[in-house]
């Protein structure tokens, strides 16, 4: 793989963990509440056009999960205290842990 592709990658994970966050946000999830895949599906799609998400997005899930925001629910994502944070002081742009504290 050439270092394009990986940045691209890398890029494609990043924006789709923000998506994820963003729905957490328009959907009004509070922390420790689940966002079902019946809701993060469809809003993924509006916002991903081109389904980028679909190559990446277990492997969101999991950088979400490390930064502490999500972690993994058979219903869907489980929004954490951290993750409500940082989705609270959503700004459009930065998501990244240091705001989140």
């Known amino acids: 793989m050439d270092a394009e592709n990986l940045s691209s990658n890398s890029e494609n994970i990043e ?3 923000f998506l994820i966050l963003k729905a957490f946000k328009e959907k009004g999830t509070k ?3 689940v966002l079902e895949w019946t809701e993060i599906y469809p809003f993924l799609h ?3 056009e081109k389904y980028h998400y679909k190559d990446v997005q277990k ?3 999991e950088h979400l999960r490390n930064q502490g925001y999500a972690i993994p629910d058979p219903a869907g994502l489980l929004l954490t205290e951290v993750g409500y944070r940082a989705v609270q002081e959503f700004d459009g742009k930065d998501l990244s842990q240091n705001n989140a504290r």
């Open 15 to 17: 924006n789709t963990g």
């Open 59 to 61: 492997r969101a899930e």
């Open 46 to 48: 509006q916002e991903d």
């Open 31 to 33: 922390a420790n509440e």
